[in-house]
């Protein structure tokens, strides 16, 4: 089978794994599959790239499975006006993705390598509404940054992730995992009020813990 071909056979099971969850709006689907995962996937494993695993990457890092990653997208519930922060990047997919349904994506890696090479991703597919920085996003962006419509971390908190809070605009969504340890957390949407987060649990996920202060040394 040609790549071609593979890749319209993973994507089609991956859309009936959406359907089955409900996952559904005409934009996200197109956003996913208007996004070619195969270049932001390390070759040894592009034939199982629209699986739900979570695959190796640079830096003893690894990407989300798909699936995973359409369900966070999905709760961000994103619009074409809103800016996002993205403390994770990766590989710089789903900065990818998100950059197809929002209007601004800051996203922050800790790995210089993994920034470097998300950065130069973006370039090559000419995605122009997307900056990738090397930066430790333990505590979201710099002060003269956002307010954000949306942020999403791809790591875990020990408990709520307050510090973030100001860095939101008002009524505006965080997604993260919440909870202690190697084991699995809680992944919380956190809606802002005021000054404080409405929680709601969308959902069971295993994160390595955020890692804060360590990007310039590496």
Same mark, same amino acid.
């Given at each position: 089978?040609?790549?071609?071909?593979?890749?319209?056979?993973?994507?089609?099971?991956?859309?009936?794994?959406?359907?089955?969850?409900?996952?559904?709006?005409?934009?996200?689907?197109?956003?996913?599959?208007?996004?070619?995962?195969?270049?932001?996937?390390?070759?040894?494993?592009?034939?199982?790239?629209?699986?739900?695993?979570?695959?190796?990457?640079?830096?003893?890092?690894?990407?989300?499975?798909?699936?995973?990653?359409?369900?966070?997208?999905?709760?961000?519930?994103?619009?074409?006006?809103?800016?996002?922060?993205?403390?994770?990047?990766?590989?710089?997919?789903?900065?990818?993705?998100?950059?197809?349904?929002? #209007? *601004?994506?800051?996203? $922050?890696?800790?790995?210089?390598?993994?920034?470097?090479?998300?950065? &130069? =991703?973006?370039?090559? !597919?000419?995605?122009?509404?997307?900056?990738?920085?090397?930066?430790?996003?333990?505590?979201?962006?710099?002060?003269?940054?956002?307010?954000?419509?949306?942020?999403?971390?791809?790591?875990?908190?020990?408990?709520?992730?307050?510090?973030?809070?100001?860095?939101?605009?008002?009524?505006?969504?965080?997604?993260?995992?919440?909870?202690?340890?190697?084991?699995?957390?809680?992944? #919380? *949407?956190?809606?802002? $009020?005021?000054?404080?987060?409405?929680?709601?649990?969308?959902?069971? &996920? =295993?994160?390595?813990? !955020?890692?804060?202060?360590?990007?310039?040394?590496?």
């Amino acid at each position: 089978m040609t790549d071609a071909g593979a890749d319209r056979e993973g994507f089609a099971a991956f859309l009936l794994r959406l359907r089955g969850r409900g996952l559904t709006p005409k934009n996200l689907v197109a956003a996913f599959e208007a996004t070619p995962r195969r270049a932001f996937v390390p070759h040894a494993f592009q034939n199982i790239a629209w699986t739900d695993r979570m695959l190796p990457i640079d830096c003893g890092e690894a990407v989300e499975g798909v699936d995973l990653q359409a369900q966070v997208i999905a709760a961000l519930n994103l619009e074409p006006g809103h800016r996002v922060l993205e403390v994770g990047t990766g590989t710089g997919y789903s900065a990818a993705v998100m950059s197809r349904l929002a #209007a *601004r994506v800051l996203t $922050l890696e800790r790995w210089k390598r993994l920034a470097d090479a998300a950065g &130069a =991703r973006m370039e090559a !597919l000419g995605v122009n509404n997307v900056v990738v920085r090397h930066a430790d996003g333990g505590n979201g962006a710099g002060s003269n940054e956002g307010p954000f419509d949306r942020i999403v971390v791809w790591g875990a908190f020990d408990s709520l992730p307050r510090a973030f809070v100001d860095q939101l605009a008002s009524g505006g969504v965080m997604i993260a995992p919440v909870g202690g340890g190697e084991g699995e957390q809680d992944l #919380a *949407r956190l809606t802002k $009020l005021g000054s404080r987060f409405e929680r709601e649990e969308i959902g069971k &996920a =295993r994160f390595q813990p !955020l890692l804060r202060n360590v990007s310039q040394v590496l």
